[in-house]
């Protein structure tokens, strides 16, 4: 992990001036040259680009009921297409939520050319406690979410060997996570983590990082950096969700599982043997457009960086020129004339 780490800062960086692109901030407040206050707009080719494109994709898909469609082989149970097409339609947009789980993953897909989903299931388990009617105090577990799921998985935290081509065939795939101490404890609680992770990972919820020990959030402070909400001492640990083959029993036979490993303090925080029937993995990747032989694709943020860059300077000298054009100043001695760097502004008196 720590190898693989290193090998894809350079992908990430990408990503990042991708979006430093997107969100189309200028990097200085103020402009001195050629003249102070001078313009400093960039025009956001790529949200234009971007956002017109994702509104076009998420209406051709939802717009259609049933949003799926269903094809029964066999004549004799072909009359039940419409009651499971109907079936899978509520359960998705209702149940689901797919739509907004699915609006994440869309977007990335446009923007940067690769989107990665996951559709896996989900228990969750919380402590209730009531009084009955002698004043009794109960505890009693109610299931908050029992059921399948479909989430997005941001393409900064999908991990997997850049040789690869697909997450069913690659030696191993995953995500990069964090949780707050609480979900920890929640998640240990519903049997997810072995008994004890909480406490051994006490001393690793790092307060002083919004990137992560070894820059997992990297992307995602540069993002709230942009957005303003950037959290001040966040409590997070950082761990990874790894599917994989590896010889569990000593066999010399490969069994596919599931592990959950935190690597600052190389703890297996838990591992399951793969519980799907088909021993799929969840993640599935779409490319907006597809790049021969590699798993990355192309987006607009790359088809528009250089034509968002050429937009921007033209209307950059067209403002300066028709601001220094129009430009008064006051020549208040007849000897005076420009120093080195010296600055420029309306209302200037020349001395």
Not at 157 to 186: L, R, V
């Amino acid at each position: 992990m720590a190898k693989h780490d290193q090998e894809r800062q350079d992908a990430i960086q990408i990503l990042m001036d991708q979006q430093k692109d997107y969100w189309a901030e200028p990097s200085l407040k103020i402009r001195k040259f050629p003249f102070y206050g001078a313009s400093n707009l960039v025009i956001p080719l790529n949200a234009i680009a971007a956002e017109s494109v994702q509104a076009r994709v998420m209406t051709t898909v939802w717009a259609s009921t049933p949003v799926v469609a269903v094809n029964i082989r066999d004549p004799k149970f072909s009359r039940s297409e419409h009651p499971l097409e109907n079936y899978l339609d509520y359960e998705l947009r209702h149940n689901m939520h797919a739509r907004d789980m699915m609006n994440s993953s869309c977007f990335e897909t446009v923007k940067y050319g690769t989107g990665v989903a996951k559709s896996d299931y989900l228990k969750l388990i919380k402590k209730a406690v009531r009084f009955n009617a002698a004043g009794e105090r109960e505890e009693f577990p109610v299931v908050i979410k029992d059921g399948a799921t479909l989430d997005s998985v941001a393409l900064a935290n999908f991990i997997m060997p850049h040789h690869a081509q697909d997450p069913q065939t690659a030696p191993w795939c995953g995500e990069m996570m964090n949780n707050t101490p609480f979900g920890i404890k929640n998640l240990e609680e519903s049997k997810l983590f072995y008994p004890g992770t909480f406490e051994h990972l006490t001393s690793h919820f790092r307060e002083q990082s919004r990137e992560g020990t070894s820059g997992e959030r990297k992307f995602t402070s540069a993002q709230e950096d942009l957005e303003k909400t950037a959290a001040i001492f966040p409590k997070l640990v950082d761990f990874y969700l790894i599917y994989l083959s590896f010889d569990v029993d000593g066999d010399d036979k490969l069994e596919e599982i599931v592990v959950w490993f935190h690597l600052d303090s190389r703890f297996l925080m838990g591992a399951r043997y793969n519980w799907n029937g088909d021993l799929r993995r969840p993640y599935r990747i779409v490319q907006y457009i597809p790049v021969e032989h590699r798993w990355r694709g192309i987006g607009v943020s790359k088809q528009n960086a250089q034509f968002q860059k050429e937009v921007t300077t033209i209307h950059r000298q067209r403002l300066d020129n028709a601001t220094i054009a129009n430009m008064r100043m006051f020549k208040i001695n007849r000897l005076s004339g420009y120093g080195p760097k010296e600055p420029i502004f309306p209302g200037k008196m020349w001395f």
